[in-house]
Nanobody, 124 residues
Framework: QVQLVESGGGLVQAGGSLRLSCAASGRTFSSYTMGWFRQAPGKEREFVAVISWSGGSTYSADSVKGRFTISRDNAKNTVYLQMNSLKPEDTAVYYC?????????????????WGQGTQVTVSS
């Protein structure tokens, strides 16, 4: 069982930066693939980024590539999403998710555990 709690969301102007954190409970955090997803009003939840259990593999959606960076600190049971050059279209609730498997990392229903989400609002 893994419990996830996101933090770090807020209101930021376009071009600004935010760093989201996702703190996980449990002693087996380091064995989980961790993903970030987002959901804007009226839209489906979409994949943002993923990181393997070791941190050795990371992938991100084309829409955020070059602007967002996912990382993890297994000693702190925390995964991060550094978001730079934010755009109004990045506005959404951001969720972290965890699963033992790495594939298929882009599908929301592949993840067993989810946080409650944190709101990110980017003003133009």
């Amino acid at each position: 069982q893994v419990q996830l709690v996101e933090s770090g969301g807020g209101l930021v102007q376009a071009g600004g930066s935010l760093r989201l954190s996702c703190a996980a409970s449990g002693r087996t955090f380091s064995s989980y693939t961790m993903g970030w997803f987002r959901q804007a009003p009226g839209k489906e939840r979409e994949f943002v980024a993923v990181i393997s259990w070791s941190g050795g593999s990371t992938y991100s959606a084309d829409s955020v590539k070059g602007r967002f960076t996912i990382s993890r600190d297994n000693a702190k049971n925390t995964v991060y999403l550094q978001m730079n050059s934010l755009k109004p279209e990045d506005t959404a609730v951001y969720y972290c998710a965890a699963d033992k498997a790495f594939l298929p990392y882009g599908l929301a229903n592949a993840y067993a555990y989810w946080g409650q989400g944190t709101q990110v609002t980017v003003s133009s």
